[in-house]
């Protein structure tokens, strides 16, 4: 959606949205082993970077607005979205900061207004193979990129607080959210699995303890070794039987570090 399409049939309307109400999403990936964030930049300069956000259509349910604003912001669509906590501190966003970002995209008068209100926003975390992902920021994003936890910029507003708690679910849930499928190749070695956990819970796991708990649960299946080096050191590769981990799930049974 371009600029004018954008202006034409939402902006200049803002009977169309749920006042004060809004989504952000954080989009996490795994790429060198490393956890990873989807980032936009602002076109207002003094280099400002936000998460994926936007507003709520007064028709729309709110789980379907999150995947509609991150596909139009990114484009990228989801094949994971979970509501992990709403955001409503009085003072979470910096009216200057916002004034000045919706000025630079040429929001003036009372729309700038409307912005300029208190907001809540609910959180939304997605799990993503970033490889999958074809980024394409919208037109108010200068870039897009996926950011190293380690190398997250500074974010406007709260939302380096809203990273820090969408990683905490994460490690929380780590139990029964769909990690490996959606955020590993579709064959990955056990090795490429413990550098994922380690990332996610932030600590060193015994090798040989995290694969006797991994393979007990009987949701892997086992594929020929990767040919590489010599055979018989080469490691095998695995891929997850999704109709046994969906079995495990139902029974609350999950992985224990």
Not at 1 to 6: C, P, V
Not at 121 to 129: A, K
Not at 176 to 186: D, K, R, V
Not at 224 to 249: F, V
């Amino acid at each position: 959606m371009d600029a004018d399409d954008f202006f034409e049939k939402f902006i200049f309307d803002t009977s169309n949205f749920v006042p004060g109400l809004s989504v952000d999403c954080v989009a996490i990936g795994f790429e060198d082993n490393k956890l990873k964030v989807l980032v936009l930049k602002w076109k207002a300069g003094d280099d400002l970077w936000a998460l994926p956000g936007g507003l709520v259509f007064k028709n729309e349910d709110l789980n379907n607005a999150a995947i509609r604003v991150l596909n139009e912001r990114t484009g990228i669509n989801l094949p994971f979205l979970e509501q992990f906590q709403t955001f409503g501190e009085v003072n979470r966003r910096d009216a200057k900061t916002l004034n000045q970002n919706l000025k630079s995209v040429g929001i003036q008068g009372e729309i700038l207004d409307w912005f300029s209100q208190r907001f809540v926003s609910t959180g939304y975390v997605s799990l993503v193979d970033i490889q999958k992902c074809k980024l394409q920021p919208d037109f108010s994003s200068e870039a897009i990129k996926w950011a190293a936890l380690d190398e997250i910029p500074c974010l406007i507003f709260d939302h380096n607080n809203i990273v820090k708690k969408a990683l905490e679910y994460i490690r929380n849930q780590i139990h029964y959210l769909p990690i490996g499928i959606t955020l590993l190749p579709e064959k990955f070695t056990m090795k490429q699995l413990q550098y994922l956990y380690q990332a996610i819970l932030q600590k060193e796991l015994d090798r040989g303890n995290f694969q006797r708990k991994m393979l007990k649960l009987g949701i892997f299946i086992r594929h020929e070794k990767q040919l590489e080096g010599k055979a018989n050191k080469a490691p095998y590769l695995y891929s997850i039987d999704k109709e046994k981990y969906e079995q495990l799930l139902e029974k609350g049974y999950g992985f224990a570090s």
